[in-house]
C-alpha cells in the first residue's frame, strides 16, 4: 500500500471544499488534470471512492464525508508544528521546564512565576524543585530546559550566565546582637545547624564556616531552611540562610539575624542550560525576567 501524501490531502481538501475540479485545480495553482491524478491515487491507496463525479459537480461520499473529518485533523497537525517551528525561529518558548534549588524556589518562584506569565502569557511553565546534583542530571538528560542554581556548576556542556549575587547571613535565638557586624571567625565556635548533604548550600556554608565536613560539630541536618530556623527559634543553635530567605524565613519565629563583616559570605545565582539547546536566545530572556524579579 502507497502511503497518503500531504498534497493529496490538501488537493482532496480544496476538492471537497469548491465541488469542482476546475475550481478545486486554481485553488491549488495546479492543472486540473494533475489534480485529477492526484485524487485518484489517493482513492486507489485507501481502496475507497472518496467521490460522486457528476458532469458539472462533485460531491462527497459518505466514506468521504468520514475521510475528510481525518484529513482535516492531519492538516491542522501539520499547520501547527509550522507555526511552532517559526515560533522557534523566532525565539519564543511554548515551554519551558525549569529547576530551582530548595534554597531559592520558595523566595523567587512567587514572584517569578507572576512575572514570566506576563512576559510570555502563551508559554507553558513546568516547574521542578530539587537539588543540584538532580537538576544538573535531569538537564543534561533533556528532562529540564534550564536551571536556577547556586554558580559555578564547572560543566563544559553547560552554559552559565549569572543573575544576582547576594550575601549570607546568621540566624539566632535569643537577644539580639549589637548593630557591629559579625566575623565569619565566630561561627567556627558555633552550634551550626546545616542542611543535608546533597544541597550546594550546606558546602558553601562549610565553606564559609572553614569547617571540614568531617570534622563539624554534631548538631542538625535539615531538609529545608524552614526546619534549620524553626530549631534556631527552639534555641538549637545556629544557622545560615541566604538573603532573600529573611522575610519569609524570619517572620513567624523568635530569632534575629546578623549580617557579616566585610568580606561579607555570598553566593551567586545564575541560570543554566545545555550549550546545544537551540532556545538559548530565549532562555536568555528568561534569565533577564529573573533578574528584573529579583532586583
Same mark, same amino acid.
Given at each position: 500500500?502507497? &502511503?497518503? *501524501? @500531504?498534497?493529496?490531502?490538501?488537493?482532496?481538501?480544496?476538492?471537497?471544499?469548491?465541488?469542482?475540479?476546475?475550481?478545486?485545480?486554481?485553488?491549488?495553482?495546479?492543472?486540473?488534470?494533475?489534480?485529477?491524478?492526484? $485524487?485518484?491515487?489517493?482513492?486507489?491507496?485507501?481502496?475507497?471512492?472518496?467521490?460522486?463525479?457528476?458532469?458539472?459537480?462533485?460531491? /462527497?461520499?459518505?466514506?468521504?464525508?468520514?475521510?475528510?473529518?481525518?484529513?482535516?485533523? =492531519?492538516?491542522?497537525?501539520?499547520?501547527?508544528?509550522?507555526?511552532?517551528?517559526?515560533?522557534?525561529?523566532?525565539?519564543?518558548?511554548?515551554?519551558?521546564?525549569?529547576?530551582? $534549588?530548595?534554597?531559592?524556589?520558595?523566595?523567587? /518562584?512567587?514572584?517569578?512565576?507572576?512575572? @514570566? *506569565?506576563?512576559?510570555?502569557?502563551?508559554?507553558?511553565?513546568?516547574?521542578?524543585?530539587?537539588? +543540584?546534583?538532580?537538576?544538573?542530571?535531569?538537564?543534561?538528560?533533556?528532562?529540564?530546559?534550564?536551571?536556577? =542554581?547556586?554558580?559555578?556548576?564547572?560543566?563544559?556542556?553547560?552554559?552559565?550566565?549569572?543573575?544576582? +549575587?547576594?550575601?549570607?547571613?546568621?540566624?539566632?535565638?535569643? #537577644?539580639?546582637?549589637?548593630?557591629?557586624?559579625?566575623?565569619?571567625?565566630?561561627?567556627?565556635?558555633?552550634?551550626?545547624?546545616?542542611?543535608?548533604?546533597?544541597?550546594?548550600?550546606?558546602?558553601?556554608?562549610? !565553606?564559609?564556616?572553614?569547617? &571540614?565536613?568531617?570534622?563539624?560539630?554534631?548538631?542538625?541536618?535539615?531538609? !529545608?531552611?524552614?526546619?534549620?530556623?524553626?530549631?534556631?527559634? #527552639?534555641?538549637?543553635?545556629?544557622?545560615?540562610?541566604?538573603?532573600?530567605?529573611?522575610?519569609?524565613?524570619?517572620? #513567624? +519565629? !523568635?530569632?534575629? =539575624?546578623?549580617?557579616?563583616?566585610?568580606?561579607?559570605?555570598?553566593?551567586?545565582?545564575? @541560570?543554566?542550560?545545555?550549550?546545544?539547546?537551540?532556545?538559548?536566545?530565549?532562555?536568555?530572556?528568561?534569565?533577564?525576567?529573573?533578574?528584573? *524579579?529579583?532586583?
Amino acid at each position: 500500500m502507497k &502511503n497518503i *501524501t @500531504l498534497r493529496q490531502l490538501r488537493y482532496f481538501e480544496a476538492l471537497a471544499r469548491e465541488g469542482h475540479f476546475g475550481n478545486a485545480a486554481d485553488s491549488c495553482a495546479i492543472s486540473q488534470p494533475a489534480l485529477s491524478v492526484q $485524487i485518484r491515487e489517493l482513492e486507489e491507496t485507501l481502496g475507497l471512492q472518496l467521490f460522486e463525479r457528476a458532469p458539472k459537480q462533485v460531491r /462527497l461520499t459518505p466514506s468521504g464525508v468520514a475521510f475528510a473529518a481525518r484529513a482535516r485533523v =492531519v492538516l491542522d497537525e501539520v499547520q501547527q508544528m509550522g507555526e511552532w517551528a517559526e515560533a522557534v525561529r523566532g525565539g519564543l518558548l511554548e515551554r519551558l521546564r525549569l529547576g530551582v $534549588i530548595p534554597t531559592i524556589a520558595p523566595y523567587l /518562584l512567587p514572584r517569578l512565576i507572576g512575572d @514570566l *506569565t506576563a512576559r510570555f502569557p502563551k508559554m507553558d511553565i513546568d516547574v521542578r524543585e530539587t537539588i +543540584t546534583p538532580r537538576l544538573l542530571e535531569e538537564l543534561m538528560d533533556g528532562r529540564l530546559d534550564a536551571a536556577i =542554581v547556586a554558580l559555578p556548576v564547572e560543566e563544559p556542556s553547560l552554559i552559565e550566565v549569572p543573575l544576582f +549575587t547576594e550575601e549570607m547571613v546568621l540566624v539566632r535565638s535569643g #537577644a539580639p546582637d549589637p548593630p557591629t557586624p559579625l566575623s565569619t571567625d565566630a561561627l567556627s565556635d558555633m552550634r551550626l545547624l546545616l542542611l543535608e548533604e546533597g544541597h550546594c548550600f550546606r558546602d558553601q556554608a562549610l !565553606s564559609f564556616c572553614n569547617i &571540614n565536613a568531617a570534622r563539624r560539630r554534631d548538631g542538625l541536618d535539615g531538609s !529545608s531552611l524552614s526546619t534549620l530556623v524553626q530549631m534556631v527559634g #527552639a534555641g538549637i543553635g545556629a544557622t545560615l540562610i541566604p538573603e532573600m530567605a529573611i522575610g519569609v524565613e524570619t517572620r #513567624a +519565629t !523568635s530569632v534575629h =539575624v546578623s549580617r557579616f563583616a566585610p568580606p561579607a559570605p555570598t553566593r551567586t545565582i545564575g @541560570l543554566i542550560w545545555r550549550k546545544a539547546n537551540p532556545m538559548g536566545n530565549a532562555l536568555r530572556e528568561i534569565a533577564e525576567v529573573v533578574r528584573e *524579579t529579583q532586583t
